[in-house]
């Protein structure tokens, strides 16, 4: 038996009737990365859309701890624990950090005391978000920033976590350091999909690889079986 949180098999889906995605599959496992590597527009933010529940499923099965997700709405995906952090900087940046990470909550409909319990858990993660809970999101640098949107995506208390490319426009120290949280995150059970265009870093942290290109996997393997780095970053290049 699979001890997969998330099965994603033979997958097709797109924006409303227009297709972009045409076989994907992968696993995502508690306290394991799987990464989704490939160029622009293989279609990789596409699949983890799907799997929020923001894009249609048009072919294939989504599997979440063992029931099929198409007919479940976005909203009700977020309360089974599936959360998503789009690319990009996605924060208020006029509010406070403290409250784009109670807005994560909100969601959820969690009290005040269950919402603090969880502001603690992430601040032991991320101190800076301590440090700063009073600053305008938007004051913060780019990686403290993507900290904001993981922190926020957190407070929703998920049991997979999908990351749509935390290392984009980041300086390369700023990029080890999101990634050494990534690392952490996984070590406290999460299941992660992450999202990547530094093959380098993403491989560093993942467990598993998949690899699309226009819509198909081209490559899947498990980090470990992987001897050759460079035949994965010519598949991510569409060779
Ligand atoms: P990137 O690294 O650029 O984000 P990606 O692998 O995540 O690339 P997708 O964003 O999933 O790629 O794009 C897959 C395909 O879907 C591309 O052909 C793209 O042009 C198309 N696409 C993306 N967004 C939309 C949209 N809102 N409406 C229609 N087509 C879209």
Known sequence: MSDALL???????????LRAVWDVSFEARPGQVTALLGRNG???????????GLNPVHGGEL???GR???????????KLGISYVQEGKRVFREQSVQENLLL???????????????????HELFPILREKRDSPAGALSGGQQQMVAIGQA????????????PSGGLA?????????????LKASGLAIVLVEQAVEAAVEV??????????KVVVSSPVAEIDDLERIKDACMGR
């Not at 099965?7 to 009737?17: E, F, R």
């Not at 293989?42 to 929020?52: C, D, I, Q």
């Not at 390369?172 to 952490?184: F, G, K, Q, W």
Request: glycine residues 10%; hydrophobic residues 45%.
């Open 154 to 165: 957190l407070m929703a208390r998920p049991r997979l976590l999908m990351l749509d490319e």
């Open 63 to 65: 599997v979440y701890d």
């Open 68 to 78: 099929p997700l198409a007919s479940v709405p976005a909203h009700a995906r977020v």
């Open 206 to 215: 993942a467990d598993h690889v998949t690899v699309i290109d226009v819509g």
């Open 7 to 17: 099965t994603v098999a033979g997958l097709a889906t797109g924006y409303g009737d």
């Open 172 to 184: 390369p120290s700023v990029v080890a350091e999101v990634m050494a949280r990534v690392s952490e």
């Open 42 to 52: 293989s279609g990789k933010t596409t699949t983890l859309r799907a799997v929020a």
């Open 104 to 122: 994560g909550g909100y969601s959820l409909g969690l009290r005040r005391r269950a919402l603090e319990g969880e502001l603690d858990r992430i």
